[in-house]
């Protein structure tokens, strides 16, 4: 897995509609469940999709991200954090001034309009999602369910398998409860008696290569 490190990277892109080879799909099946069947990979991605259009038009959750959202080089090379919109489509989307910050805070903008129809699109285009759920909700269940996802991401990497985590029907506020209960009435044992949680939820597949993410330099995490 030390080997993958470096090229471990998330894929925010749509992926072919390939399946998963069986061998590669046992594999990873040591980190995570995973969803393979066509039909339960429907439901995910219908739930998946109406949980991040939930966020999306709900103000105070999506401005949140509109707030970590870096527009351009410029922008991505003063806070190489957040979310980054670079290359050369979106940097041309933005010098054209079709993609900006008031916009993708007005969904009546063509801006807007475009983020929806481009997660539309990229969450449409799942052949399998990976799962990790825990007993319970304690930090030590959470940070044994980052590290099982970190194992997956890893074994992924080595094997061509592009990750992709979705979590917004996993979040925890009052407009998002209704995805949050049937994303765990479909994958958490015994849910609705305070039984597991679901802690991860990603898409699987085979998607382009991609660039790294953007990082600090080391030196500047330094005190
Ligand atoms: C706990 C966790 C939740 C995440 N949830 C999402 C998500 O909902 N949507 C998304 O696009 N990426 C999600 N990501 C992926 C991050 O966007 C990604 O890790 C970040 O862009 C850094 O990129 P890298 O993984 O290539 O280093 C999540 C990552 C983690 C660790």
Request: aromatic letters at 8%; charged letters at 20%.
């Amino acid at each position: 897995m030390f080997a993958a490190i470096l090229d471990r990277r998330t894929c925010h892109e749509p992926f072919t509609d390939q399946p998963l080879a069986s061998a590669t799909a046992e594999k990873l099946q040591n980190y995570a469940t995973l969803v393979l069947d066509p039909q339960r990979v429907a439901a995910l991605k219908k739930i998946a999709l109406q949980a991040w259009r939930t966020e999306a038009f709900h103000p105070p959750s999506w401005n949140e991200s509109v707030d970590l959202m870096r527009f351009g080089k410029g922008e991505i090379n003063a806070n190489p954090d957040g979310i980054d919109l670079g290359g050369p489509f979106l940097e041309t989307l933005i010098l054209s001034g079709i993609l900006t910050r008031a916009g993708q805070t007005d969904p009546a903008s063509s801006g807007f309009k475009q983020t929806i129809a481009v997660y539309d699109n990229m969450l449409g285009a799942t052949p399998a999602f990976a799962v990790v759920t825990t007993p319970g909700n304690s930090r030590l269940d959470q940070i044994a369910a980052g590290r099982r996802w970190l194992r997956l991401h890893l074994a992924a990497t080595a094997l061509g398998v592009s990750v992709h985590p979705v979590s917004q029907a996993l979040q925890e506020y009052r407009e998002m409860a209704k995805h949050y209960d049937a994303v765990h009435d479909m994958l958490a044992q015994g849910a609705s008696q305070g039984g597991e949680t679901v802690q991860m939820l990603g898409r699987l597949g085979y998607g382009p290569a991609v660039l790294r993410s953007p990082r600090w330099p080391l030196e500047s995490r330094f005190i």
